[in-house]
């Protein structure tokens, strides 16, 4: 399941960089953000996963599609040329891609502490009790963050009405 997703993970990204409609674009990033979830699912990170689904795959998803439906869009595609740029830019992915996948054939697991879910806990309650314990004044300065956005995007939103 971790090479599939992963594979859907990378595939996604990769194609939302080469496709040229911006449709075909927000469903190959809809499928990474998917597969983003699967892998922490994978984790044993059942709230991040959740997460990431509601907001990235959902609300992001749903923001870029506005975007397009709100936008002029010429639909014809022109040729790509490939120049200089595009020929750098794939040699130092490619020899990113050598450099990761050596190091992680390289390295030494056995070494690495190994660290097994606990089933019987769950994710949900010890995030609930790390914010509201250790995190409750972060937590609290996030919310007046918030409250603070919406009035100024309602201030600017009745600007431009009038």
Partial sequence: MFFILGLLTIGGAIFMINFNRVVHMVISIGVTFISIAGLFVLLGAEFVAVSQILVYSGAISILMLFGIMLTKHDATEEGKKRGARFWFSLAGVATLFVTIFMAIQYTNWASVP?????????????????????????????????????????????????
Wanted: hydrophobic share 55%.
């Fill in 114 to 162: 190994a660290r097994t879910p606990n089933p019987s806990i769950s994710n949900v309650k010890e995030i609930g009790i790390d914010v509201f314990t250790k995190f409750v004044i972060p937590f609290e300065l996030l919310s007046v963050l918030l409250l603070v956005a919406l009035v100024g995007a309602i201030v600017l939103a009745k600007k431009e009405e009038e």
